[in-house]
T-cell receptor, first 113, second 114 residues
C-alpha cells in the first residue's frame, strides 16, 4: 500500500514558467513533509520542508503548500530553470515517534530551454 | 563540513554472496538511516540507527541487517544476495536535535547482483 503517492511520473515545463509537482498521502498521522531533488548517480538533495502546523513554506524559488484536509501537498518552482531538471521526491514522516520517511515514487521534471 | 560519505560507490556481487556497505554521517550527526531505491519503487526505508541502537526497521527480510559504531559510522549488510537486491542503497544522516529535521543523503552505493 503506497502511503505517499506522486501520480505524475513526469512533467515538462518551459523555462521561466511555473512547475507544480503534486503529492498525495493517505496516513493522517503524517505531520512533517519534505521535498528532495535527485540527479542521476547522486543522492537526493533536500529542498524544502513543511510542518503540519503550517500550510505554506517558501524558500527562494521554491514554495511548498500543504492541504491537510485533502491530504495533499505541492511544490511550486517559479521561475523554472533548466538546472531544475531532475527527479523530485516528496516524503512524509509520521508522528509516532519513528524517524523514517515514507517516500513517493518521484516525478521527473524536465525544464525546456 | 563534509557531507555523508558512502563506500564503495559501485559493487558487483554474485547471487548467494554477502555484501557490506559503509556510511559515514555528517560530523556531529548521530542518526543514520538506510534506504533502498529501485526503479519504480521510489525509496524504501530499511532501518535507522541512533547512538548505536536500531530505532526503527522497515519491511525487509532478515537478510538485511545493520549496525552503528560509537563514532556514528554505520554499516549495512545483506546476506545471501538475490538478483532482486540490485539497487541503489542510500544512507542519510540527521542531527536529531529536534524531531522534525531534514535528513542529508550520501551519493549511494550502486549494488548489482549477477
Amino acid at each position: 500500500d503506497q502511503q505517499v503517492k506522486q501520480n505524475s511520473p513526469s512533467l515538462s515545463v518551459q523555462e521561466g514558467r511555473i512547475s507544480i509537482l503534486n503529492c498525495d498521502y493517505t496516513n493522517s498521522m503524517f505531520d512533517y513533509f519534505l521535498w528532495y531533488k535527485k540527479y542521476p548517480a547522486e543522492g537526493p538533495t533536500f529542498l524544502i520542508s513543511i510542518s503540519s502546523i503550517k500550510d505554506k513554506n517558501e524558500d527562494g524559488r521554491f514554495t511548498v503548500f500543504l492541504n491537510k484536509s485533502a491530504k495533499h501537498l505541492s511544490l511550486h518552482i517559479v521561475p523554472s530553470q533548466p538546472g531544475d531538471s531532475a527527479v523530485y521526491f516528496c516524503a512524509a514522516a509520521p508522528t509516532s515517534g519513528t524517524y523514517k520517511y515514507i517516500f513517493g515514487t518521484g516525478t521527473r521534471l524536465k525544464v525546456l530551454a | 563540513k563534509a557531507g555523508v560519505t558512502q563506500t564503495p560507490r559501485y559493487l558487483i556481487k554474485t547471487r548467494g554472496q554477502q555484501v557490506t556497505l559503509s556510511c559515514s554521517p555528517i560530523s556531529g550527526h548521530r542518526s543514520v538511516s538506510w534506504y533502498q531505491q529501485t526503479p519504480g519503487q521510489g525509496l524504501q526505508f530499511l532501518f535507522e540507527y541512533f547512538s548505536e541502537t536500531q530505532r526503527n526497521k522497515g519491511n525487509f527480510p532478515g537478510r538485511f541487517s545493520g549496525r552503528q559504531f560509537s563514532n556514528s559510522r554505520s554499516e549495512m549488510n545483506v546476506s545471501t544476495l538475490e538478483l532482486g537486491d540490485s539497487a541503489l542503497y542510500l544512507c542519510a544522516s540527521r542531527g536529531d536535535s529536534r524531531r522534525n529535521t531534514e535528513a542529508f543523503f550520501g551519493q549511494g552505493t550502486r549494488l548489482t547482483v549477477v
